[in-house]
């Protein structure tokens, strides 16, 4: 049985192709550029591709994130919240809370013993909580997106940031810049200053080991350090982390067809 | 005695100085950028006003610093808060007023007053850039409009477009995303200006909207922003091409009540 998952997010499009609820066949992702839609063909093609499985062999397709609404051939769709911690939960069983930071929300669900949502929060209302801040630094910073991690590693007095608002810090960091801070303890300060957000929320929703980062900013080693040192404790990172929402949705889709499967009479969708 | 007095405000963006006469009259004014240099800024903003006011340093009796960067007017005599400065300007300027709106380049404030220009309490943002010219400053750029243009533009929209987004980093992106959609950027300003007129409205609720109500500070000058909060509050608002230099008019003013021995 193989099912589909798409997140069509703020930022990025993911996709994962799962057999029988357990092994990945495939995971593809695609910026968005404010056109989700055309992002998730493309990524279905290239799940299709890499898996070499047809479009027909896909048995049931489940969607979440902003845009899950957006692809009329979907079976089903789920919240963002619910897909992201059971993508967690399957990467990490012993997952108690999930913190996902994304392009333009961060949100955090505590997960019970059976991987139920128990509680969550969210920030979707704030730049400053979310990657954007992320991307805007990298912007004027002038430091592409992806060396501002390893960059911030090399940190030996992260530089924090007064500010709570994204436009306020620009002029802050700025400022940084101009006093002649190293730019790795103004980026350390970047991810640190991100990482108090999320821990706000986390804590609103209390911190319970095992701890689970998704997301897009999961491949950030900057914030996986700022968070770690953020929470002061280990927190949970993998590389298919990065699809927990697309994978949870694709996990979400193999249970409801399995359960449609045995009750065929049951035409409640 | 010479009872020439000068107030410097020192905004976050720009710096204000006015010089006043004995008689309370404005004798020169001065607004310029604020850049790295503090200290030197303040100088210069006085220096302009007293050269506008055709005089020299050793005229002026008391000088007061006010605003965010008051601490590096070294060459006052006193330091008072803004939130007092804009108070006193807006009573002196419209003696009726009982509310102050200053909404400055980073942070809003309402300011509710008694009929002497004291402040009786106040709310205000300085956390978030939105609903500050901050907000106004990027969503101009956004649009490729220098922020002096957005205002007139706002005036002439036909149908204002909502912009949904809170936070100036997402009305950023909100903007351009309408500018895609092929929606007149008119309209969207005037979106814009109508966010800020609600954001304003919510702090002002929290002291309690009383008439009448005097607009001051770099916003005060967009007549984009002043037609908005009028709609918003249904009344209007006072404001004078002196708005902007309420914070420098109420510290010279403060200087001059110190000067002759007066509370202050």
Same mark, same amino acid.
Request: glycine content about 12%; aromatic content about 2%.
């Given at each position: 049985m193989i099912t589909g998952g798409l997140d069509l997010g703020a930022g990025t499009v993911k996709g994962v192709l799962l057999e029988d609820g357990r092994r990945i066949l495939a995971t593809a992702s695609l910026p968005s550029r404010g056109i989700p839609v055309q992002a998730a063909r493309q990524v279905v093609d290239e799940l299709g591709e890499t898996a070499n499985i047809a479009p027909a062999e896909v048995d049931y397709l489940c969607t979440t994130g902003f845009g899950r609404y957006m692809i009329p051939e979907r079976n089903l769709q789920v919240s963002d919240f619910t897909s992201s911690a059971r993508g967690a939960v399957f990467l990490f069983p012993k997952t108690h809370l999930v913190v996902d930071v994304?392009?333009?929300?961060?949100?955090? *669900?505590?997960i019970s013993e059976t991987?139920?949502?128990? $509680?969550? $929060? *969210?920030?979707?209302?704030?730049?400053?909580?979310?990657?954007r801040f992320v991307e805007r630094c990298s912007k004027y910073l002038q430091v592409p997106l992806e060396e501002m991690g390893p960059k911030a590693l090399a940190s030996q007095h992260p530089k924090l940031i007064s500010s709570v608002c994204a436009v306020l810090a620009e002029t802050e960091i700025i400022n940084n810049v101009a006093e002649g801070v190293p730019l790795s303890d103004i980026l350390m300060g970047v991810f640190l200053s991100l990482s108090q957000r999320a821990y706000s929320l986390m804590r609103y929703v209390g911190i319970q080991p095992e701890v689970t980062l998704v997301g897009g900013l999961v491949r950030d080693v900057g914030m996986v350090k700022a968070l770690r040192d953020t929470v002061g404790m280990e927190v949970n990172v993998a590389p298919d982390a990065y699809y927990a929402a697309a994978l949870g949705s694709a996990i979400l889709g193999h249970s409801r067809l399995l359960k449609l499967r045995e009750t065929p009479s049951d035409t409640g969708g | 005695m010479s009872g020439v007095v000068a107030g410097v405000d020192i905004g &976050?963006?720009?710096?204000?100085?006015?010089? =006043? !006469?004995?008689? /309370?009259?404005?004798? !020169?004014? &001065? =607004? /310029?950028?604020v850049g790295i240099d503090i200290v030197k800024d303040a100088e210069r903003a006085l220096e302009a006003a007293l050269a506008d006011a055709h005089l020299s340093r050793s005229d002026v009796a008391f000088i007061t610093g006010t605003g965010y960067g008051r601490y590096k007017v070294y060459f006052g005599q006193l330091v008072v808060t803004e939130i007092s400065c804009h108070a006193r300007g807006a009573s002196f300027l419209f003696p009726g007023t009982r509310l102050v709106v200053d909404i400055g380049g980073q942070d809003t404030k309402a300011i509710r007053i008694n009929e002497k220009g004291e402040v009786v309490d106040f709310a205000m943002n300085d956390k978030c850039a939105a609903g500050t010219g901050r907000f106004l400053d990027v969503c101009a750029n956004a649009l490729g409009y220098d922020v002096s243009e957005i205002g007139p533009l706002s005036l002439q929209a036909r149908r204002a477009v909502k912009v949904t987004s809170t936070c100036t980093v997402f009305a950023e992106s909100e903007v351009t995303s309408y500018v895609s959609r092929g929606k007149d950027p008119k309209d969207i300003l005037a979106g814009l200006h109508a966010s800020i007129a609600n954001r304003t409205l919510s702090l002002m609720q929290r002291v309690g909207v009383e008439p009448e109500i005097t607009f001051t500070g770099g916003v005060s000058q967009n007549q984009g922003m002043v037609r908005a909060l009028h709609q918003r509050l249904g009344a209007p608002v006072n404001v004078s091409p002196l708005s902007q230099y309420l914070g420098a008019l109420g510290a010279a003013l403060h200087g001059r009540e110190r000067l002759s021995g007066g509370a202050s």
């Open positions: 994304g392009t333009q929300a961060s949100r955090t *669900m505590s991987g139920k949502v128990l $509680k969550f $929060k *969210m920030n979707e209302k704030c730049a400053a909580g979310a990657g | &976050s963006t720009t710096a204000k100085c006015v010089v =006043l !006469g004995d008689d /309370s009259r404005i004798l !020169g004014k &001065s =607004l /310029s950028v």
